[in-house]
């Protein structure tokens, strides 16, 4: 398997809820990556997971939370969420994440609507 | 901390014709620039990537330059086809860390039949 694959394709959730996104990799890749992307916007950096623990958060606010079960599988827990939050949320995938010059293979992504 | 500008915002070329999209970086320790392709609604998808130790890399109809001294790189993509328009975004990976990459703004390519 060399995808890295991501369900739901599309969420619309409101303010109230809770919900979550799911990303997995059969490529036996230690490093898992959260990007939010905003329309006609380069990927933005929200998390890195490297051998399965949290290495990078990029000051994301704590409505999101993620969460790395085993080296396959990476979940991003959403809740009480604003209608900025709106956006292409992708995963993707390393070699590695220690150090530089991995090269990461993004997921589909899930098109979150907040309402 | 590292910042990568990217030029042309927008590229509308004639299909058969050369395309290029420049970006330049910040921070002289980086050390992996990759690009990649966008289509709409789609996956950004890595199409190709050039290390510092490395001066050019082509693969078929797309080729990477670097130049480390000025601290740009570039996309060069010949004999475009209609099925090359996207958006591509340029990344540059400073040293060490966890292998973070650092985007540009991106270039949308139109090429017309």
């Known amino acids: 398997d060399t995808e890295v694959t991501q369900t739901p394709k599309h969420l619309v959730m409101g303010m109230t809820n809770k919900k979550s996104l799911k990303c997995e990799q059969h490529m036996g890749h230690r490093a898992m990556y959260w990007y939010k992307q905003k329309a006609k916007k380069p990927p933005e950096l929200m998390f890195v997971y490297s051998y399965e623990k949290l290495s990078i958060n990029e000051s994301v606010p704590s409505r999101f939370s993620p969460e790395c079960p085993n080296s396959s599988l990476l979940n991003l827990h959403l809740h009480a969420l604003q209608p900025e939050d709106s956006a292409l949320y992708l995963c993707?995938?390393?070699?590695?994440?220690?150090?530089?010059?991995?090269?990461?293979?993004f997921g589909p992504g899930t098109r979150l609507t907040v309402t | 901390g590292e910042n990568v500008e990217q030029h042309p915002s927008t590229l509308s070329v004639q299909e058969g014709d050369s395309a290029v999209i420049k970006c330049t970086y910040s921070d002289s320790a980086s050390n992996y620039f990759p690009w990649y392709k966008q289509e709409l609604g789609k996956r950004p998808q890595l199409i190709i990537d050039i290390r510092s130790n490395v001066g050019e890399k082509k693969d078929q109809r797309i080729a990477v330059t670097l130049n480390k001294t000025a601290k740009h790189f570039s996309l060069h993509i010949t004999e475009t086809q209609p099925e090359d328009s996207a958006v591509y975004f340029c990344?540059?990976?400073?040293?060490?860390?966890?292998?973070?990459?650092?985007f540009g703004a991106g270039t949308r390519l139109a090429v017309h039949p």
């Open positions: 990344a540059a990976a400073p040293s060490g860390g966890y292998n973070k990459l650092i």
């Open positions: 993707a995938s390393s070699l590695s994440g220690q150090g530089s010059g991995y090269e990461q293979y």
